[in-house]
């Protein structure tokens, strides 16, 4: 098993990995395949699939507007259980847009079987000015998806989120 700040960096580097076979990958390697993601303002994904096309919408929103994820080195572990922080950081000025922590639970081989995302601090980004997923992501989503994602961007649009 990887140490506690081994996994988190995989985990970290899984959000600002730009290739989608290589984020496809470092999901199915991270997570079991039933494993469970449950974060902020959204039902949990369960499931590679899904885990993958979260991780992946994220990553449209984020990376491209000039933002990356940054481990704060601070992964404690409790038997199965790892709990770390991260900060979304501007790749221009450096500066610190959005904090959360999450905890991760491990099965046997070290594999997370469920990631429990919190926010501390929230983007400043204008969420209400963003495209649609479906428009970010052509192709990419079922009608199901397109639907739940166009109701989470409404959301957001309505009422900026808060903590």
Do not use: C
């Amino acid at each position: 098993m990887l140490g506690r700040n081994a996994l988190v960096e995989r985990w970290i580097g899984l959000w600002n990995e730009p290739d989608d076979n290589v984020r496809r990958k470092a999901v199915e390697d991270l997570f079991a395949p039933d494993a469970v993601y449950s974060m902020f303002n959204q039902d949990p994904f369960v499931g590679h699939d899904a885990i993958f096309k979260q991780v992946t919408m994220a990553h449209a929103i984020y990376i491209p507007r000039g933002f990356h994820f940054r481990s704060q080195n601070n992964a404690l572990g409790h038997h199965n259980l790892v709990r770390f922080g991260w900060a979304m950081l501007g790749v221009a000025d450096g500066e610190t847009d959005m904090l959360g922590s999450d905890v991760l639970v491990l099965d046997e081989s070290g594999r997370i079987t469920a990631d429990y995302q919190f926010h501390d601090k929230l983007s400043t980004m204008p969420y209400g000015e963003l495209p649609y997923a479906d428009e970010m992501l052509p192709g990419f989503f079922t009608p199901e998806e397109i639907t739940h994602y166009r109701q989470v961007f409404d959301r957001f649009r309505a009422t900026p989120p808060r903590i």
